[in-house]
T-cell receptor
Framework: SAVISQKPSRDICQRGTSLTIQCQVDSQVTMMFWYRQQPGQSLTLIATANQGSEATYESGFVIDKFPISRPNLTFSTLTVSNMSPEDSSIYLC??????????FGPGTRLTVT | AQSVTQPDIHITVSEGASLELRCNYSYGATPYLFWYVQSPGQGLQLLLKYFSGDTLVQGIKGFEAEFKRSQSSFNLRKPSVHWSDAAEYFCAVGAGGGADGLTFGKGTHLIIQP
């Protein structure tokens, strides 16, 4: 399975600011995914990032709020823009495996004050 | 669209006892099913997966799960739990092709009693 790292591991941000989360994979992958896990909740898919094309967003998530970049096959970023306390969550990136499973990064714990 | 139901929010089991965590899914075609574990402060770790073949699948850490199409279920089992199994367990379903994200259940919080 791929080794996935995320930066930062955690951050405390003020409302109205933006934070960019980085996701690095140790091998080339076609599909990368971004999820949000709100406090005490399950994971919700934000968007799918395919290298060389625009990210595909799930219902309830928009590009202006969560812009995603995918410049190459080993890296992606998710920006949380104009943050509010409701954006306080763990943000996780994942990559697809050989048989459709996904492997997850350690997550970025974001607190918005 | 697919969905996953984990009916038990919390389960308490004595150490050494057997465990079964329930998962029901809704999906029109053959599902790809997964169980993940999330320990406190840790990321998600894949325990096991099912996508075809033998309906009883073995995973890591002594876990197994059985796919029952007639019941739309994919329950996770372990014959004897250890204190280190205390964690949050998530069942997830994926559509075919690998290009789509996973849909997760709300999770089951497992508590181990000494």
């Amino acid at each position: 399975s791929a080794v996935i790292s995320q930066k930062p591991s955690r951050d405390i941000c003020q409302r109205g600011t933006s934070l960019t989360i980085q996701c690095q994979v140790d091998s080339q992958v076609t599909m990368m995914f971004w999820y949000r896990q709100q406090p005490g909740q399950s994971l919700t898919l934000i968007a799918t990032a395919n290298q060389g094309s625009e990210a595909t967003y799930e219902s309830g998530f928009v590009i202006d709020k969560f812009p995603i970049s995918r410049p190459n096959l080993t890296f992606s970023t998710l920006t949380v823009s104009n943050m509010s306390p409701e954006d306080s969550s763990i943000y996780l990136c994942s990559v697809g495996g050989q048989t459709y499973e996904q492997y997850f990064g350690p997550g970025t714990r974001l607190t918005v004050t | 669209a697919q969905s996953v139901t984990q009916p038990d929010i919390h389960i308490t089991v004595s150490e050494g006892a057997s465990l079964e965590l329930r998962c029901n899914y809704s999906y029109g075609a053959t599902p790809y099913l997964f169980w993940y574990v999330q320990s406190p402060g840790q990321g998600l770790q894949l325990l096991l997966k099912y996508f075809s073949g033998d309906t009883l699948v073995q995973g890591i850490k002594g876990f197994e799960a059985e796919f029952k199409r007639s019941q739309s279920s994919f329950n996770l089992r372990k014959p004897s739990v250890h204190w280190s199994d205390a964690a949050e367990y998530f069942c997830a379903v994926g559509a075919g092709g690998g290009a789509d994200g996973l849909t997760f259940g709300k999770g089951t919080h497992l508590i181990i009693q000494p």
